[in-house]
Each structure stands twice: as structure tokens, then as C-alpha cells.
């Protein structure tokens, strides 16, 4: 059960909508259009600090590191995926085949998983492209909104609509970022119990 809402401009005209637990994590994330978005109320203090910690995230502010504990992530084995694209660095994107290699998967596979993403933008699924640079689809929005978002965190999309390679993640890089937020994951009280081990 859901204990409130809160919602947090990202562009002129789309909002975060952000639901909170009673314990105040994050549980689903949505981008909505701001004609949707009620009249704002007054929030305590506490919903306050999650709004601004989001608003940080999204600036670049704070990393994933520091969001990861304010989140519940899915309780499956789909979490290895989602903490994959988490690893991902503002600024830069990470191919299907990239994650799905991280995480001992197909690229399909991961696909599938990021079109079900439960938190877009706090999970960066738009940072997630084909291996030619060609920036696919964007369930939450569309793919205009996954170029703007982009584009927000300094990435350059070619008049061809494409990423450069220069902006690709190294492996290794995304690697070593991945093995910090799953061990960082794995301290959390929520986390699922099971880790698996070839990762």
C-alpha cells in the first residue's frame, strides 16, 4: 500500500511522479504529462528530503550509491539487470549487449526487463542503447523523451539520432561500478536473499 505521492518537474511539460511506501521508499517512478499533475500540496519535511535527494540524483548531484537505499527493487532476478543499468554513468550509455554481459543474460532478455522498468530515471533505463548507437525505444514516454533526457545529462545524440561511441561506458568501468552497487545492494535490509554466484 502506497503511502502518498509526490511529483517532480524534469521538463516544461513532463513530471516524475514519485510513490512512496509508508516506510518512505521509493516504489514506482512514472513520467506523466503536467496536465496531470494535481494542484501541489504542502509535504512534511520527509518528503521533502526523498523529492530533493531525487532532484540531486537527477542533476547528477549524488550517485546511484546514495538513491539505491530509498528504493525497493523488484524481488526477482530481474534486480541484477536493473542494478546493472544503475551502474551505468550520467553522461554515458551502456549497449543491451553491455548489460546483458555484465549480468549473464541476452540482450533481448535485458530488453524485456528495462521496458518493465518499476523506476525510470532513478533506474536510467533511457542510458540503455543498441550497440550502434541507435537509441531504441523508451517505454515510459517514447523515445523524444529518452533524447532529452540524454541530451539533459550532457550525452550528444547525431543528427542521425545516434550515440557516439565516445560516449559508450567502458566495460570494465561499468563492471567495477556494478560490483559496488550489488555489494551496496546486498547490505540493504530489503534485498533479496539469494545472491547468485557467478557474478
Known amino acids: 500500500m502506497k503511502c502518498c505521492e509526490a511529483y517532480l518537474e524534469l521538463f516544461e511539460d513532463i513530471f516524475l511522479k514519485i510513490e512512496l511506501s509508508p516506510n518512505l521508499k521509493i516504489l514506482r517512478t512514472e513520467l ?17 528530503e526523498i523529492l530533493d535527494l531525487v532532484s540531486k540524483y537527477i542533476q547528477g548531484h549524488v550517485d546511484a550509491d546514495e538513491i539505491l537505499p530509498h528504493i525497493l527493487l523488484p524481488q526477482t532476478d530481474s534486480v541484477y ?24 543474460s541476452h540482450p533481448r532478455v535485458v530488453g524485456r526487463i528495462v521496458a518493465q ?11 540503455v542503447v543498441h550497440n550502434d548507437g ?5 517505454s515510459p514516454r517514447g523515445p523524444n523523451i529518452k533524447k532529452q533526457l540524454l541530451e539533459l545529462e550532457g550525452v550528444k545524440i547525431t543528427p542521425s539520432g545516434r ?3 565516445s560516449d559508450f561506458v567502458k566495460d570494465e568501468h561499468l563492471r567495477e561500478r556494478f560490483l559496488r ?9 530489503e534485498s533479496i536473499p539469494h545472491v547468485r554466484e557467478h557474478l
Open 117 to 127: 522498468n518499476p523506476l525510470p530515471v532513478l533506474i536510467p533505463c533511457h542510458r
Open 134 to 138: 541507435r537509441l531504441g525505444g523508451y
Open 81 to 104: 539487470t536493473l542494478l546493472a543499468v544503475m551502474s551505468i554513468p550520467r553522461g554515458k550509455v551502456a549497449s543491451y549487449a553491455q548489460i546483458a554481459s555484465i549480468v549473464g
Open 181 to 189: 552497487i550489488l555489494s551496496l545492494y546486498k547490505k540493504i535490509p
Open 163 to 165: 550515440v557516439s561511441r
Open 32 to 48: 506523466v504529462p503536467a496536465k496531470s499533475v494535481p494542484n501541489p500540496t504542502a509535504q512534511d519535511s520527509c518528503i521533502r
